[in-house]
């Protein structure tokens, strides 16, 4: 897949040449409901010989429109393309956004953008897509213009299960509950956290469970305060292991600052300066103060056995695969 970050770019390259299929979106997290729309957009782009592109955008405009109300981000921006990639798309436009995009007339964005630079002749989008000045334009917009400038536009309708409408914002709501395996339902993955180890107390060496204590990026969701079972990988180790994490403020030392600390099972070795993805497979309790060193030493054996059985579970094959098959695409 090639990935742009201009319109301008994407028009040079020449992928456009021969029309595309084309739908736009900020696409985060690549819920069910958003593969469902690119998945859509691809198989009309090889039904009509077009090529399949993804307008898409680089952060949450409201991390410029409206910065206190910008929600905490569920994909990173390599994982997103590389998901993106695997659906079959063959360009993805990642654009910064900017208070002048945003400006931008509605039927300016169709002639230059959709019409020009990605020559569509097919646009794809949500029920509820809004596009231009202050929102302006909308999917009847788009059907209106189409005709005028090349395309015609498909409507999609909403995803539900339940009769609950399958929203990036469930899915933030699930994970800040430790709803993980909710959560990687309608990811159709894992939910993936990262962070760089950094020096910790060493105390979990000292109790015979060495941790590695991860600096993670703030502007994404940390899901609830617990103890998980997970797989940890270490991209520049090549290094893939069943793991058990726990998120919180390690009351029974007193601690009041929060902390992910990760026991990838089976490894020895310092992980201090590297990055360490986490993929949550499923939350095992809640963070809790012990007694003594004594009696949080027999839980944190309790939870390594619970975290072992979950990676033995049938119920999460599926998500455990989900992540093997992520690691394969980086290889």
């Not at 409201?62 to 798309?89: C, F, H, N, Q």
């Not at 931008?104 to 809004?130: H, I, M, S, T």
């Not at 933030?172 to 959560?183: K, P, T």
């Not at 390594?304 to 695969?321: F, G, K, M, N, V």
Request: proline share 5%.
């Amino acid at each position: 897949m090639l990935i742009f970050s201009t319109f301008d770019a994407a028009a040079r390259s020449g992928v456009v040449a021969r029309g595309t299929a084309v739908t736009i979106g900020v696409f985060d997290g690549l819920h069910c409901g958003h593969r469902a729309l690119i998945g859509r957009t691809v198989s009309l782009a090889r039904d009509r010989g077009l090529t399949p592109m993804v307008i898409t955008f680089s952060d949450h405009p409201l991390s410029v429109l409206a910065p206190p109300y910008a929600p905490k981000k569920l994909v990173y921006p390599d994982r997103k393309a590389r998901i993106i990639a695997s659906l079959g798309v063959a360009g993805m436009i990642s654009v910064e956004f900017t208070r002048e995009f945003a400006a931008q007339p509605a039927e300016v964005f169709v002639e230059e953008v959709l019409a020009a630079a990605c020559q569509a002749r097919v646009v794809v989008c949500g029920y509820d897509f809004n596009f231009g000045r202050g929102g302006e334009g909308n999917a009847h917009l788009l059907q209106l213009l189409g005709p005028r400038h090349g395309f015609e536009t498909e409507v999609f309708g909403a995803i539900t299960d339940d009769g609950m409408f399958i929203k990036s914002t469930m899915v933030r709501d699930m994970l800040y509950a430790g709803r993980v395996e909710d959560a990687s339902r309608y990811l159709q993955r894992p939910y993936e956290l990262r962070g760089r180890v950094v020096q910790g107390f060493g105390r979990g060496a000292q109790i015979g469970f060495p941790t590695a204590n991860l600096k993670t990026d703030t502007t994404y969701v940390t899901p609830a305060r617990g103890v998980y079972a997970c797989m940890a990988r270490v991209p520049a180790l090549k290094v893939l292991r069943g793991a058990m994490l726990n998120i919180g403020y390690n009351p029974t030392f007193g601690l009041n600052e929060l902390s992910v600390e990760v026991h990838l099972l089976g490894f020895e070795g310092n992980l201090v300066g590297e990055t360490v993805e986490i993929h949550f497979l499923r939350r095992l309790r809640d963070e809790q103060k012990f007694p003594s060193v004594e009696a949080l030493i027999a839980q944190l054996r309790q939870d390594r056995d619970h975290t072992q059985q979950a990676l033995e579970s049938p119920e999460l094959a599926t998500a455990i695969s989900a992540v093997r098959t992520l690691d394969d695409q980086e290889d």
